[in-house]
């Protein structure tokens, strides 16, 4: 099999670099250091891209990657990616959203706190004007104020809680979160949002779209408490600043707390200019442990994307974002992985393929079956298939697709299960989410494990008899591959075992394992 040709257009962490490098499956090709100016000529067997802000993904980008099919934004802010351009090329574009949460959480929370107790200043007037004057820096206690959380996703609802601890008053304003995601943390939920007007400290941190963009702003902004703070460390134009600027200067804004500009680098930005300001240079990501992380999940998601296993993330889905629940977003790339894996055990022409969702995602069978068909393609024709031609390319095949939706049932409140139907027979393989974000393949062919759908696994089903994981182990170590994880499940007088290695497995290993007496069945895949 020919490798996969991954280009890392920005720095990024070494961690991640790491793994790129260790993967038998990738051609990795480290293109940051080169000047912007060049970069283009060097993009035409790029088949997946790593970027960062600094990499401009425009029209004369994508005309220089022909043979590109997902791009990877090691980041949140996709302001530098053309999203509609890369749809209409079928690239889809990814990016890693939670990787800095902990270290944009921590911002904001340290913007709030150097603005009720005065912190840069009162240090500016000691270590540099070499002043003691406690009677300048009389500041405020958080204990019995009101805080408001415009946004409350994976940032905001841990602003919330860590702000809890300080004995404030929490409200939260989401329209596209249900109200007990806010209210079992002991904090309040508002679908008014005049109610976060009136707070003694806001603070935002939602996407930057149409529907967020100035969401405080000359309108409205005389409906703010007097004496406000507001803190944005989500993205620049979330407040409008001309009004923001004003209001400080009136004293309506007591003091605001921003890391993020309309326009980068802000220094000549005008709001630089009033005393009751704190700024940052967008540092909200910038710790050694979120670049890591960063690294890492870019890293992973390329790899994933390049096999066509899933596609993390991915901003340019067939659906919109704000149309599905935040639950079904880890099911949509569950059930592409578990397609990709199906597919792998049961290779030759697909007869049949049967979609069953149960639960609350029984309402999002179509675009489950999208996912899917992205999965199972990926891993039979590849070459740029995607969330848009995935269902046409199905039909032009000759493959029947079958929806199942049914109620809850079982321990499972949501599982879906893919059944693919060649003239080898049949292979099924269900699994669920837990905790909203945590994928597992939960049964394999009526075998029920708990196995992460990741990395490079072999399937081995066996007569239910002693010694049978020694002989497996005895000869995994002779070849010297490690063990990284090992899954078992019964079932009448039969067993499977899911071994997940660290190392890869030529044909030579499996057909080793295969002499086995109690072998029934070998497998291999990668995930």
């Known amino acids: 099999m020919s490798k996969f040709n991954i280009v890392v257009c920005d720095h990024i962490h070494k961690s991640g670099l790491d793994i790129l490098e260790k993967d038998a499956d990738v051609n990795y090709i480290n293109f940051a250091s080169l000047p912007k100016d060049e970069l283009l000529s060097k993009l035409g067997e790029a088949e997946v891209v790593i970027t960062r802000s600094s990499t401009d993904v425009d029209v004369k980008f994508l005309e220089s990657a022909p043979k590109l099919r997902a791009i990877v934004r090691a980041g949140v802010g996709v302001d530098n990616v053309d999203i509609e351009g890369s749809s209409k090329q079928g690239v889809v574009v990814m990016n890693v959203p939670t990787a800095n949460t902990i270290a944009a959480v921590e911002l904001t929370c340290a913007h709030i706190l150097s603005a009720v107790r005065n912190f840069p200043c009162a240090n500016s007037q000691l270590k540099y004007d070499r002043k003691w004057k406690r009677e300048d820096w009389y500041g405020t206690e958080l204990k019995g104020k009101k805080l408001g959380i415009i946004g409350f996703g994976n940032i905001g609802s841990r602003v919330g809680i860590r702000m809890k601890a300080f004995e404030m008053e929490v409200i939260a304003y989401d329209p596209y979160i249900n109200p007990t995601k806010a209210t079992d943390c002991g904090i309040a939920y508002t679908r008014d949002f005049d109610d976060i007007l009136k707070c003694d400290i806001i603070t935002i941190h939602t996407p930057k779209n149409k529907e967020t963009i100035n969401m405080i702003n000359a309108d409205n902004i005389d409906k703010l408490k007097d004496g406000v703070i507001l803190i944005n460390c989500a993205r620049g134009g979330l407040y409008n600043e001309d009004a923001i600027d004003f209001a400080l200067k009136s004293g309506k804004v007591r003091w605001a707390g921003i890391d993020v500009f309309t326009k980068e680098p802000a220094t000549s930005n005008k709001l630089l200019d009033n005393k009751n300001i704190y700024v940052t240079p967008h540092i909200g990501a910038n710790t050694l442990e979120s670049q890591e992380k960063i690294a890492i999940e870019a890293a992973t998601a390329a790899i994933e994307a390049a096999r066509g296993s899933s596609f993390p993330n991915a901003l340019n889905l067939p659906i919109k974002e704000n149309e599905i629940p935040s639950f ?20 030759d022409e697909i007869r049949l393929i049967t979609l069953e969702a149960q639960g609350e995602i029984k309402e999002y069978l179509e675009t489950l079956s999208t996912f899917a068909l992205v999965g199972i393609l990926n891993a039979t024709i590849g070459d740029k298939v995607n969330y848009v031609n995935a269902p046409y390319v199905a039909k032009e095949r000759g493959i029947e697709v079958k929806l199942v939706g049914t109620d809850s049932k079982g321990a499972y ?53 002693p010694g049978v994981i020694g002989e497996v182990g005895t000869i995994l170590a002779k070849h010297n591959i490690n063990i990284s994880d090992f899954r078992l499940g019964r079932y009448d007088k039969e067993a499977l075992a899911v071994i997940l290695v660290d190392d890869d497995v030529n044909k030579e290993v499996l057909d080793e394992l295969s002499l086995i007496k109690a072998c029934r069945a070998i497998k291999y895949a990668i995930l």
């Open 413 to 465: 409140r949501n599982k879906v299960r893919i059944t693919i139907l060649t003239q080898n027979g049949e292979f099924s393989v269900a699994g669920a989410v837990f905790n909203e974000m945590l994928p597992k393949i939960v049964e394999i062919n009526n075998f029920m494990l708990d196995v992460t759908p990741k990395g490079r696994m072999i399937l081995f089903r066996n007569d239910d008899t």
């Open 328 to 347: 079904m977003k880890a099911y949509l790339e569950l059930v592409q992985k578990i397609a990709f894996f199906a597919i792998q055990m049961n290779k």
